[in-house]
């Protein structure tokens, strides 16, 4: 049973437009939403994250929405670079000790120069 | 410029050989979770501790996998007998859970393979 989940395995988008990486979550109890990015060969690496308690954190480039009601929330990069190019991950957590990390499957973005 | 460490990067082994994958966390991190990526199931959950303390090790197989933190500077994963279909890349990440702080920051993995 995936609770979280990425449908869009790829993503292509031409260098300067915006990017926008969907994410969709099942269980209501979860409380906190982080991104990551992952090249190849190397370890994910946190990107940016939001609290159920607000419904947009945006950090540069990058700004993440999140619509409790519709459970959903996506990551939007302005404007896209080629180096922007990785799988990205959106992930989940429930209130508790560990904090441990629920993932999508990940969407695969490439940046066309 | 601080951040998770693994041991080794590659591993090469034959079906039925003992491995262990070690990892550094974050000097001040007080969880540590090991994960599995595969092709077919992403990244995986196997076990995790805090404060050393390992909380939940149900997403790994318990008769031939083992996860431990003798101490606050190494995590271990160990694969005893392991089988080809262990081949995949082993991450650890480290992190605060405080706060409400909860990112977690992986090392560069172990990349397993087992012919």
């Known amino acids: 049973d995936q609770q979280v989940k990425q449908n869009s395995p790829s993503l292509s988008v031409q260098e300067g437009r915006i990017s926008i990486l969907n994410c969709d979550y099942t269980?209501?109890?979860?409380?906190?939403f982080l991104w990551y990015k992952k090249y190849p060969a190397e370890g994910p690496t946190f990107l940016i994250s939001?609290?159920?308690?607000?419904d947009k954190n945006e950090d540069g480039r990058f700004t993440v929405f999140l619509n409790k009601s519709a459970k959903h929330l996506s990551l939007h990069i302005v404007p896209s670079q080629p180096g922007d190019s990785a799988v990205y991950f959106c992930?989940?957590?429930?209130?508790?000790?560990?904090?441990?990390?629920?993932f999508g499957s990940g969407t695969q973005l490439t940046v066309l120069p | 410029d601080a951040r998770v460490t693994q041991t080794p990067r590659h591993k090469v082994t034959e079906m039925g050989q003992e491995v262990t994958m070690r990892c550094q966390p974050i000097?001040?991190?007080?969880?540590v979770f090991w994960y599995r990526q595969t092709m077919m199931q992403g990244l995986e959950l196997l076990a995790y501790?805090?404060?050393?303390?390992?909380?939940?090790d149900s997403g790994m197989p318990k008769d031939r996998f083992s996860a431990e933190m003798p101490d606050a500077t190494l995590a271990t994963l160990k694969i005893q007998p392991s089988e080809p279909r262990d081949s995949a890349v082993y991450f650890c990440?480290?992190?605060?859970?405080?706060?409400?702080?909860?990112?977690?920051?992986f090392g560069p993995g172990t990349r397993l393979t087992v012919t």
């Open positions: 990440a480290s992190g605060l859970a405080t706060g409400g702080i909860y990112e977690q920051y």
């Open positions: 269980n209501s109890m979860f409380d906190y």
């Open positions: 939001i609290s159920s308690i607000k």
């Open positions: 992930a989940a957590t429930l209130p508790g000790s560990a904090r441990q990390l629920t």
């Open positions: 000097l001040g991190h007080n969880t």
């Open positions: 501790f805090r404060n050393r303390a390992p909380l939940d």
